[in-house]
């Protein structure tokens, strides 16, 4: 197969660079090893350039330029709610259908999109400094520092996509999984939650849902995790003395916050997995806060 040539426009922003990688990423049959050039916003390139490169023409795709199949800047576009993300990404389900059902991705190129048009000035405190943390905001205030050309503004932004879409794949997990096989308690100070799962993003939803104490046992390796939501009047040493009492096996770190007990962690790769079963865990939690 001919190695494709994808052009789009010079200082690729979040959809230029979001539109380059969902081909990439999901019709790598074609566009896999794909190469890249850049024009000046709205054009096409030259067929002299394309030569040079020794690519055939009918393999060039343009992408948030060009007025083509996947640029959204014609007038009769114009009042549509899309994006060259969105265009790429409705042609992708057409030969993978199967991505209509990819709720992650569905949640990157809806964000791309809304950047594009400008939606975050709706957002609550839309002028908070927080935003300005935010990918395309990155994007933006690289090319004022000058670190990147139109080739490497692409690729690094190709990597925080990579790690965008496996953390949104983790996050829709941690939904699922929090609905259908969590285990939730009381006690005196509110719900908890406990779930056995790898999934590490289902400790701090559980909380933002509310949950005063959240406990997770990795199915894999069966260490614990347990985490106070940090508005939580309470701290967790005495649960940490009482497993301490019962646990000589597994490694426990006891944060000086007091809103986390830590047995496991990426950070830490010594750390004993502890026998304790999650039955168990939540009885020591009932036991020391009440229910």
Request: glycine share 6%.
């Amino acid at each position: 197969m001919n190695r494709k040539l994808i052009v789009t426009h010079h200082a690729p922003d979040l959809d230029a660079i979001g539109a380059s990688w969902l081909l990439k990423t999901f019709d790598a049959q074609h566009y896999g090893n794909a190469k890249f050039a850049f024009v000046n916003p709205g054009s096409t390139i030259k067929s002299s350039e394309v030569e040079k490169l020794e690519i055939d023409t009918d393999d060039v795709t343009h992408v948030d330029t060009g007025l083509g199949k996947f640029d959204h800047h014609q007038p009769e576009r114009g009042h549509d709610h899309s994006s060259a993300a969105s265009l790429v990404f409705e042609y992708l389900c057409q030969i993978h259908p199967d991505l209509e059902d990819d709720h992650a991705l569905d949640i990157l190129v809806d964000f791309i999109t809304e950047i594009d048009h400008f939606g975050e000035i709706y957002w609550p405190e839309a002028d908070h400094d927080r935003y300005n943390f935010m990918l395309h905001e990155i994007i933006r205030g690289l090319e004022f520092v000058g670190i990147h050309n139109d080739e490497s503004q692409l690729h690094f932004g190709f990597t925080c996509l990579d790690g965008i879409y496996s953390a949104l794949k983790q996050h829709v997990k941690a939904k699922d999984i929090l609905k259908n096989k969590a285990e939730y308690f009381q006690t005196k100070l509110g719900k908890c939650m406990a779930v056995e799962t790898k999934n590490d993003d289902t400790l701090k939803l559980a909380q933002k849902y509310g949950a005063v104490i959240a406990i997770r046992k990795d199915s894999s390796g069966g260490h614990i995790r347990i985490k106070a939501r940090p508005d939580a009047e309470l701290d967790l040493k005495d649960l940490a003395d009482e497993i301490k009492l019962i646990d000589s096996t597994g490694t426990w770190y006891y944060h000086p916050s007091g809103k986390m007990l830590i047995n496991g962690s990426r950070k830490h790769r010594q750390q004993k997995a502890s026998p304790l079963s999650l039955e168990q865990v939540i009885e020591l939690v009932k036991k020391v806060y009440g229910n």
